[in-house]
Every structure is written in C-alpha cells, then in structure tokens.
C-alpha cells in the first residue's frame, strides 16, 4: 500500500500537466459571453486550478464548475444476453436497489457541478419510469443527460415523452448482420430493434445517436454499421472493446492512441443501483480504490467525495493509464 503514495509513481508528466490545465481552460473560455472579461476571468481559473492541484486538505471540493459527469449504473439486469458484457449475469435482487428519490436527492446537490448525467446498466429501460422521472429532473435543473440502451424495449410512447425533456439516447449497435444478431445479442429481436432505431430517428432526430464496440468480432462489421447511421444522419461513434465479463476479443485499438492522454474518468462520480459511489466503474484496479467511497444511503454525497481518500484517488487517476481510461465515459469531452 506504501506504493500508492511514493511520489515518482504519482507524478505527472509535463504532457499530463498541459492537457489537465486546457482541459479546464479551453470549455471554461467558450462559456464567457463577454469577451472583454476572458482573460481576467481566465487568470482567476488558473488560480482556482492552481490552489486544487497543489491542496493538500483531507477535505476536498468539488473541482471546477459543470465539469463532473454523474454516471447511474441503474441496474445490472437485462432482457439481452450480449456475448460482449457479463453484467447480466448477475442480476441484483430488489432489495439491494436504492429508492428512485435517493439518486434524485443527490442529482440535486450536484447539479451546479454537472455537465452531464448518464444512465446506463444492465437495461435501462427495464426501469424505465424511473428513467423518466430522472430525466425530468435533469431537465428541471438544466443538466443533459443521456441514456444508453439496447434498443429493445423502446416504445414510442416512452420516446415521446423523453423527447420532450430534449435529452439525448444511444442504442448500441454493433452488427447489421441478421444471420449474427442471436450471437451477438443473444435474442432475436433484429426486426424489433432496428424499427426502433428508425422510430427514434423520427421522434428524437439529432439527439438520437448510436455506438458500437470495436472488438475482433466486429471488426468487418462497425464499417457497414456507420455507413447505415451516415446515411440516416445519425451520430455514430465507437469504442474498444474492454473486458466486463464477455467473451468477445480485444482488437488491440489502444495500442495506437496516446497514452499520455489525461484519463478524464477522475472527474466522473458513478453511483451503483445499490447506492455505492466510486470516481470510475473500473477503477477497482487501482489498490486504493478496491472499496466504494460510500454510499448515499448512509451519507450525503458531497460529504463521500470530500473525503481524504476520495482525493487520493482522484489524484492517482490522473496518471492512470488502465486500459479502460479509452472508454467513452472516460476521454475527454472535445475541446476544439
């Protein structure tokens, strides 16, 4: 455990230095409408990163403004069966699962920090009157917020009402193959998913967008997946496979990225169906971190994330370079 905190393994390199410090900088400018104030404004930001990077205070504040991501891992359970993700495996039983007014409790004391909210799972939409409600108190507070599903149990009703809250929906899609859906997805609800798609397509338009895994065994087929989103004008984008409990295969693609990209999942506040907090779903890696924060059914959020330990953390992370850091929930949001 003394390793965690011997200074060579914590340091940062020069690189991580500037892209840490741009990345606050860079959206931090673009959200100054008055201009004449940029660079004073801009000079007490670099104070404020400043006093965080270097403070040392067990009791640790929120970093930054609209710069957290808070990420609800809803459920673990789900009607597919995907050969990529293990996490339906093993379902949680009702009575391990937090009442909807706990997370919506602690949405509410974030907010002023949130750029994003994200619900993901297992399915989603099997809670998908929670998922409503989350959604119409995001909008209440001006957060956006995205949801990410499989696609299967979405219903137009459902799309009707979460268009109006004017949040965005991804559905992963990681074949156009017929003949392999079953495979890769367990059911065979091809026909079922992909009228969706077009349903969302028509009710949702822009804030409609679809991702796929980039693994061994799809990679003839993310090509012909884009060509179909292009030609709807819908946003795709990809990431790399990552070993949550699948069979699937790693197509190597973190080999030709940067590693001394900044993983940005230090700033994410991730909370489990059951109420546990932790800075990242993967960052059980790192020894330190291998226990939740808290939970928010025992304690107020800002309280878990003031802790010593949460700092910790947080700090180690922004030298991690665990292979997840390529995970979408973990790059940064683009600056340019």
């Not at 495996?89 to 004391?109: A, G, H, V, Y």
Request: with cysteine.
């Amino acid at each position: 455990m003394s390793l965690i905190y011997r200074r060579k393994f914590n340091q940062s390199s020069l690189s991580h230095l500037v892209n840490d410090y741009m990345g606050e900088m860079v959206p931090f400018s673009k959200r100054i409408e008055k201009k004449r104030f940029l660079i004073p404004l801009i000079c007490l930001k670099t104070i404020e990163w400043s006093i965080y990077r270097w403070y040392k205070s067990p009791v640790r504040r929120l970093y930054g403004v609209k710069r957290n991501e808070l990420i609800y891992m809803i459920t673990r359970r789900c009607n597919d069966r995907c050969s990529k993700c293990g996490i339906w495996r093993t379902p949680e039983p009702d009575s391990e699962r937090i009442q909807l007014k706990n997370f919506i409790k602690c949405l509410q004391s974030l907010h002023n920090n949130l750029y994003k909210v994200t619900i993901t799972g297992g399915e989603p939409l099997l809670f998908m009157e929670d998922v409503l409600h989350i959604a119409e108190e995001s909008r209440k507070l001006n957060v956006p917020m995205i949801v990410v599903t499989n696609g299967s149990l979405i219903t137009e009703d459902f799309l009707v009402k979460y268009s109006n809250f004017e949040h965005i929906l991804v559905v992963s899609l990681d074949t156009m193959e017929k003949s392999k859906w079953k495979e890769f997805r367990g059911r065979n609800h091809y026909d079922k998913v992909m009228s969706n798609i077009l349903l969302a397509r028509k009710i949702l338009g822009d804030r409609l967008k679809i991702q796929s895994v980039i693994a061994y065994e799809t990679r003839d087929d993310i090509p012909k997946v884009k060509t179909f989103c292009d030609e709807l004008g819908i946003q795709h984008t990809s990431q790399p496979y990552m070993d949550f409990g699948g069979v699937w295969h790693d197509a190597n693609v973190s080999s030709l990225l940067d590693n001394d990209m900044v993983c940005a999942a230090r700033k994410n506040i991730c909370v489990y169906y059951n109420g546990d907090v932790v800075k990242c779903f993967d960052h059980l890696r790192i020894p330190l971190a291998r226990e939740p924060l808290g939970n928010i059914l025992k304690e107020d959020i800002i309280s878990i994330l003031s802790k010593k330990r949460t700092t910790e953390i947080t700090k180690l992370m922004k030298t991690c370079n665990l292979p997840c850091k390529w995970l979408s929930c973990n790059v940064p949001e683009p600056q340019f």
